[in-house]
């Protein structure tokens, strides 16, 4: 290939050039489960169409004695296998993507993982992916892990497959164990909603019906893999659908200026056209379309552009861009596929971020409908959601946002699921309808407010939020304030953890899914209390950092504030008032906090109370001294 290179002249690398352009490109992605073969298939393409340079091949010849797995012979898998981990354990770990051409048409290929623990790599490279080679040892069969990469290639889209029976060798090229396994497949994914399924016989180690067919499966009568990649019509069908475009920056580089820039999701835009703000319905015309190379005619899905508008009108990043002849849903609350990437589980109620597009904004499952058992296809009942699970779950969101369903619009109808305190990416969802079950519910403009609740009272509101572990002297901490504060002529509430649990909450058990449900609808209560103008004493174990957090952003800045009953786990087992301890140290109490329920202590409460080492007196005087400090009593 190095040698092509050199004796190609100007000309000739000009008409290469125009020739790679004109080529179509297929985006596909190596699948199934672990050690069945999809790195050292990627790398047996790369080698028999002789795409690999001098020093590569090299490299690989030195590598393959090094790491290889396969005695003398080439490990193809390490062209892609490239982390050191993946080298040392003979598996792949991170998403690895490759780009090579042929006479016919240019490729991206995603190799993804096998291992269940990487699934939600898997689900990264089939989200771009057109076509899916879900591979399958011929020694095993159809795995959990083979299903499960099916049923999320059909969940993002994917409806082109070829199921490639790797190492075919080991099994004597048997033609009976081929068609057992396609046809175990093609029953297993019958409802899919699959364009073509596809099922060839390879050897990736040895290339059998890789790049051309092998006389040692002659009863195959099939294409070559390389043959059906380059011949496989895959629908380019984002420029037929309706314009989209999330604006990602608004461009405003000087006062004469004024654009908003992203990438065209789908469809086409022209000067002239008209467009829609989503969220807002405000309409205008799109005066210019800008880039670095000067201004378009037209552009159109994969674009990056600067559209500025013939008016002034209120765009920021994370609006959506829409052709105003088809304008997407807009609702707050949707129903959606969601599958789950993190070790901890998904639980209804608790807060997280969810990011459409470039749009970021807070949401909670309200109900998981149910989830889906990946073996059978039957749906479950479930309260949360585990690594690797799938489920269709309702959401509500802080605002509405614009979307479309994902089968209609891969581009606007997906989104990811963001834990708001480590920001890692936990989950990845796919739309698929709007909820409008809240459409007719508005807030309500009353004359009374908070504040002339307040100064009617003559006092500030705010939340006092006691959290600790059982037997932390919470509850009788926070009755001494109370106590103060009436004699001193407040008007007060406390809410304890037990009492609520005997009415407001006595449908919640203890679960962690409904200790998240507890302390939401605590934290509601104690918001309509704040806006009653009235100093609210909450006393409740709390144990998750993510709650206490999303009860704080319910109220105005400095009427909340949270109060740490530090005591050490030893100290508040000693005390064991109700015997708890005791018997949740002998199997009778599940998930008890402390013994087999984690507590998140705060990070940066506004006091912390050495629960274990001082009176209970002294330490209510010190939330007292707090409180003069900040103006709320004098």
């Known amino acids: 290939m190095s040698e092509v290179a050199e004796n190609l002249s100007a000309q000739d690398l000009i008409e290469y050039l125009a020739q790679q352009e004109n080529k179509t490109l297929l985006r596909f992605l190596t699948c199934g489960s672990v050690d069945d073969g999809k790195s050292t298939l990627i790398g047996r393409l790369l080698y028999d169409t002789k795409l690999l340079f001098d020093d590569q091949l ?153 790049i051309a067919r092998s006389d040692r499966t002659p009863w195959y009568k099939g294409p070559a893999l390389l043959d059906h990649l380059e011949t496989v019509e895959v629908e380019d069908e984002q420029l037929a659908k309706p314009f989209r475009m999330a604006v990602q920056w608004v461009n405003r580089p000087n006062l004469d200026f004024r654009g908003f820039s992203g990438t065209i999701a789908s469809g086409t835009v022209r000067p002239g056209d008209r467009i829609v703000v989503a969220a807002s319905g405000r309409t205008s015309t799109v005066a210019r379309i800008v880039t670095a190379d000067g201004d378009l005619d037209a552009a159109g899905a994969g674009d990056a552009v600067t559209l500025t508008l013939a008016d002034e009108v209120d765009i920021s990043r994370g609006d959506l861009l829409v052709a105003a002849t088809d304008q997407p849903e807009v609702a707050d609350q949707f129903a959606a596929h969601v599958i789950w990437m993190h070790e901890d589980h998904l639980l209804p109620g608790r807060p997280y971020l969810v990011k459409i597009g470039t749009k970021t904004v807070t949401a909670q499952v309200t109900e998981i409908k149910h989830k889906i058992d990946v073996n059978t296809l039957d749906h479950l009942a479930a309260k949360e959601l585990g690594l690797n699970e799938v489920a269709v779950c309702n959401f509500s969101l802080s605002q509405p946002v614009g979307f479309d369903a994902y089968t209609a619009n891969r581009g606007t109808g997906a989104f990811i699921i963001v834990d708001r305190l480590s ?212």
């Open 58 to 210: 090299a490299t690989l010849e030195r590598d393959s004695k090094k790491h290889g797995t396969v005695g003398e012979d080439i490990d193809f898998a390490l062209l892609v296998d490239g982390l050191e981990a993946e080298r040392e354990q003979g598996i792949t770990i991170d998403v690895a993507y490759r780009f090579f051409t042929t006479d016919k048409r240019k490729f991206i290929v995603a190799d993804t993982p096998g291992h269940e623990q990487y699934t939600r790599n898997m689900a990264t490279g089939a989200s771009t992916a057109d076509l899916a080679i879900l591979l399958v040892d011929a020694r095993k069969g159809i795995l959990t892990q083979t299903r499960r990469h099916a049923f999320i290639a059909s969940l993002l889209g994917i409806r082109h497959i070829v199921v490639a029976v790797n190492k075919i060798d080991l099994v004597d090229y048997s033609q009976d164990i081929f068609e057992k396994i396609r046809d175990d497949f093609a029953a297993f994914a019958s409802n899919f909603g699959f364009k073509q399924i596809v099922a060839i016989p390879l050897s990736a180690r040895f290339g059998d019906n890789v």
């Open 423 to 634: 920001n890692a990416t936990v989950g990845a969802g796919m739309i698929m309808f709007g909820l409008r079950r809240a459409t007719n519910i508005h807030l309500q403009a009353l004359d009374v407010n908070k504040a002339a609740r307040a100064n009617l009272k003559g006092q500030k509101p705010v939340i006092l939020w006691f959290t600790g572990l059982s037997g932390a002297g919470k509850s009788t901490i926070a009755n001494i304030v109370e106590k103060y504060l009436l004699a001193q002529g407040r008007h007060t509430y406390m809410l304890d953890g037990d009492n609520v649990r005997h009415g407001l909450n006595r449908d919640l058990g203890f679960t962690e899914g409904d200790r998240v449900e507890n302390i939401r609808r605590v934290a509601e209560v104690s918001k309509l209390m704040i806006d009653a103008g009235l100093i609210v004493l909450v006393s409740f174990i709390s144990p998750f950092r993510a709650e206490r957090r999303m009860a704080r952003e319910l109220v105005e800045e400095g009427e909340f504030i949270e109060v740490f009953c530090d005591t050490p786990l030893e100290v508040a087992e000693s005390r064991d008032p109700k015997g708890l301890y005791k018997k949740a140290r002998a199997g009778q109490i599940k998930n008890f906090t402390g013994i087999d329920s984690p507590y998140e202590p705060p990070e940066n409460p506004e006091i912390r109370l050495e629960s274990g080492t001082k009176s209970v007196e002294l330490l209510a005087e010190e939330v007292i001294a707090l409180l003069r400090s900040r103006g709320i009593i004098v």
